[in-house]
């Protein structure tokens, strides 16, 4: 089991940068497939952006596409979401996830552990 711990999110206007993080803890961290997905209220949880374990691909929603960049570093557990050129339709709650697949997954299914979220708001 590993475990998931998200943070770096907050409040931030629109044209802004905020950068989010998660930390794993249990099982080996080099060994998952990590991605972020985010959800509004009254929405699915939708994929964000992903890189795999195995060959470090990435892989990211049309929507952030030039915008968010996904990074990990092993020795420290910890994997990256840059987000820049922020939106306000980039306001949500956004989880860090991991999945034993070798590809990027973007079905929520496909993940076997969740942090427990990160608020970001962005103001226009």
């Known amino acids: 089991q590993v475990q998931l711990v998200e943070s770096g999110g907050g409040l931030v206007q629109a044209g802004g940068s905020l950068r989010l993080s998660c930390t794993a803890s249990?099982?080996?961290?080099?060994?998952?497939?990590m991605g972020w997905f985010r959800q509004v209220q009254g929405k699915e949880r939708e994929f964000v952006s992903g890189?795999?374990?195995?060959?470090?691909?990435?892989n990211s929603a049309d929507s952030v596409k030039g915008r968010f960049t996904i990074f990990r570093d092993n020795a420290k557990n910890t994997v990256y979401l840059q987000m820049n050129s922020l939106k306000p339709e980039d306001t949500a709650v956004y989880y860090c996830?991991?999945?034993?697949?070798?590809?990027?997954?973007?079905?929520?299914?496909?993940?076997?552990?969740w942090g427990q979220g990160t608020q970001v708001t962005v103001s226009s």
């Open positions: 996830a991991a999945s034993s697949q070798v590809l990027v997954p973007t079905f929520t299914l496909r993940y076997d552990a």
């Open positions: 249990g099982r080996t961290f080099s060994r998952f497939t």
């Open positions: 890189v795999s374990w195995f060959d470090g691909s990435t």
